[in-house]
């Protein structure tokens, strides 16, 4: 499996205060991808990367921010977390084919 | 956007039976993935299979693009196949869809 890292694994916030989450590769892979997983709706797709400082939104983008500076590291950024943003967050990394999953980070906004 | 929907919703089985899952979608894509999702959340690739068809072990997938479909076949079922399977595809420059999935269960 490709090395994909997310960070933090859990987190339990207030709303309204910003939220920053990793992912973090070592496949060197062109894109990544930042989907939600909620009850009932599978996985959505918030943003994606297809190389470094080349990002473009995804289905439920509203309010959230990614940033990709290096090829190994896409971070998703809720500026003012709100409860709507409760869910469990995935990275995928792939080089145009095949995705590969992260291990997720439950978020929990208060 | 494109559309990607999957059926059956819910899938309860006996161990060692055979099972069809599918995936339609609405338009023409140039990726198709099928994913299982364990009951601890972990998400695993089982095929890239935009078209034709492919075999692993006990699972083999087809995808018919120019009727836009894609069938997963799971035989000899095992507990272990229990879980949530998805279909995804990407219609253009990395933006990709998800279905709701597919609930299995299978029961020794």
């Known amino acids: 499996d490709a090395g994909i890292t997310q960070s933090p694994r859990h987190k339990v916030t207030e709303t309204g205060t910003p939220v920053t989450l990793r992912c973090h590769q070592t496949?060197?892979?062109?894109?990544m991808y930042w989907y939600r997983q909620d009850p009932g709706h599978g996985l959505r797709l918030i943003h994606y990367?297809?190389?470094?400082?080349?990002?473009d939104k995804g289905e439920v983008s509203d309010g959230y921010s990614v940033s990709r500076s290096k090829t190994e590291d896409f971070l998703l950024t809720l500026e003012s977390a709100t409860s709507s943003q409760t869910s469990v967050y995935f990275c995928?990394?792939?080089?145009?084919?095949?995705?590969?999953f992260g291990p997720g980070t439950r978020l929990l906004v208060l | 956007g494109i559309q990607v929907e999957q059926s059956p919703p819910d899938l309860i089985l006996q161990e060692g039976a055979n099972s069809t899952l599918r995936c339609n979608f609405s338009?023409?894509?140039?990726?198709l993935q099928w994913f299982h999702q364990n009951p601890w959340g972990q998400l695993i690739n089982l095929f890239y299979?935009?078209?034709g068809t492919k075999q692993n072990g006990r699972l083999s997938a087809t995808t018919v693009a120019t009727e836009r479909y894609s069938l997963l076949y799971i035989s000899s079922s095992q507990t272990t196949d229990s879980g949530v399977y998805f279909c995804?595809?990407?219609?253009?420059?990395?933006?990709?869809?998800f279905g709701d999935g597919t609930t299995l269960t299978v029961k020794p």
């Open positions: 995928a990394t792939g080089g145009g084919e095949t995705q590969y």
């Open positions: 496949e060197n892979h062109r894109y």
């Open positions: 990367s297809y190389g470094v400082k080349d990002t």
């Open positions: 338009d023409s894509v140039n990726n």
């Open positions: 299979i935009p078209s």
């Open positions: 995804a595809v990407i219609a253009n420059a990395g933006k990709s869809t």
